[in-house]
């Protein structure tokens, strides 16, 4: 678009689509690592498997909110 010369508005609609559709698709990959991984970790009654996975948790949601 930036090539074609498209309209700047029209530039950043599309960019602005992009954002929120890649920002669901983290979002789902949050809830399934959540729902498997560290379901998994707090099940398994591991102390260390359940901070190791709730410290990489907070670090992923961290670097998200950047």
Do not use: F, W
Request: hydrophobic letters at 40%; a neutral charge; glycine letters at 2%.
């Amino acid at each position: 678009m930036v090539e074609e010369r498209r309209y700047c508005i029209d530039v950043i609609t599309q960019i602005a689509a992009v954002r929120a559709a890649l920002r669901r698709v983290e979002e789902a990959v949050l809830k399934d690592h959540v729902s498997h991984c560290v379901q998994h970790a707090i099940a398994s009654g591991d102390p260390d498997e359940q901070r190791k996975k709730v410290a990489e948790l907070m670090n992923v949601i961290e670097r998200s909110n950047r």
